[in-house]
């Protein structure tokens, strides 16, 4: 099993930045590739950000490229999530989720994943 905790989020105003980390425990072997998802009020979980297990590929929905990158630490077991120019719109409860499967692809379907985190609120005020 692999434990995924989050931490970072907070409340900001538009146009802030944030930085979410996940850490990940227990059999850190079985975590692969790595991803954010969202929340929102009134809305399907949705993903966010991706990174292969070497860290070498990434990929973005289309709302946040350009302002969110996503990184990874192995040596650590940790996920980032660095969030700028926030926007209302992302305000949102933020979870980390890891794909059990080593894959060359980054999937971006819930059912993919196998190992999440309990979330972090982020809140943006306008």
């Known amino acids: 099993q692999v434990q995924l905790v989050e931490s970072g989020g907070g409340s900001v105003q538009a146009g802030g930045s944030l930085r979410l980390s996940c850490a990940a425990s227990?059999?850190?072997?079985?975590?692969?590739?790595m991803a954010w998802f969202r929340r929102a009020p009134g809305k399907e979980r949705e993903f966010v950000a991706g990174i292969t297990w070497s860290g070498s590929s990434t990929r973005y929905a289309d709302s946040v490229k350009g302002r969110f990158t996503i990184s990874r630490d192995n040596a650590e077991n940790t996920v980032y999530l660095q969030m700028n120019s926030l926007k209302p719109d992302d305000t949102a409860v933020y979870y980390c989720?890891?794909?059990?499967?080593?894959?060359?692809?980054?999937?971006?379907?819930?059912?993919?994943?196998?190992?999440w985190g309990q979330g972090t609120q982020v809140t943006v005020s306008s």
């Open positions: 989720a890891a794909d059990g499967a080593l894959r060359s692809d980054i999937r971006v379907g819930i059912p993919s994943y196998d190992y």
């Open positions: 227990g059999r850190t072997s079985s975590a692969k590739a």
